[in-house]
């Protein structure tokens, strides 16, 4: 059986709906995929991953398939709700995000997933999409960033930005 290792960033502030609607999603192509035994399609591993309540460590906090020791291929930064996460808040999964991506992993956003993904530094002079009620913010806050909430992904080739959020 082939895995695809996926993961989702939790981080505070960020809506827990959406975090779960992804790995509902992601379960969804899974299920797709067994029906289609014959295609060859991957198994998608998704795994939730959060900062320690007593240290400065990213642990992971859900595994839909344990046992496999393998560092995530693609990290989503889901939506977050009301105040953005700030940099001292997040600095400890800001670094894990950034060493991640040193080692190919692809980084991802979803809506104000942005944000965190600014933040890192690894959205510095490219174009991005995040919901369009945001764009401004974000280009505000993150000026070595390009905006464009016209279009609704923008795919990066290491980094991937989709504008709207699971309530769109």
Not at 37 to 52: E, F, G, N
Not at 132 to 141: H, I, S, T, V
Request: proline fraction near 6%.
């Amino acid at each position: 059986m082939m895995y695809m290792k996926s993961a989702c960033c939790v981080i505070p502030a960020h809506n827990r709906q959406a975090i779960h609607g992804l790995t509902d999603l992601f379960g969804v192509a899974n299920r797709i995929a067994a029906e289609n035994a014959d295609t060859r399609l991957p198994v998608l591993r998704v795994r939730h991953w959060k900062l320690s309540e007593t240290d400065e460590k990213v642990l992971c906090c859900f595994d839909s398939h344990p046992g496999y020791p393998e560092k995530p291929v693609v990290i989503v930064a889901p939506p977050c709700l009301g105040e953005r996460p700030e940099d001292a808040v997040i600095r400890p999964m800001l670094n894990w995000l950034r060493a991640r991506h040193a080692r190919a992993a692809i980084l991802a956003s979803v809506c104000a997933g942005a944000f965190v993904l600014a933040h890192s530094g690894a959205l510095d002079g490219r174009t991005v999409t995040t919901h369009w009620c945001l764009a401004e913010e974000l280009a505000g806050r993150f000026p070595a960033v390009r905006i464009d909430a016209d279009r609704l992904v923008i795919d990066d080739g290491d980094i991937v930005t989709a504008g709207a959020d699971g309530m769109d």
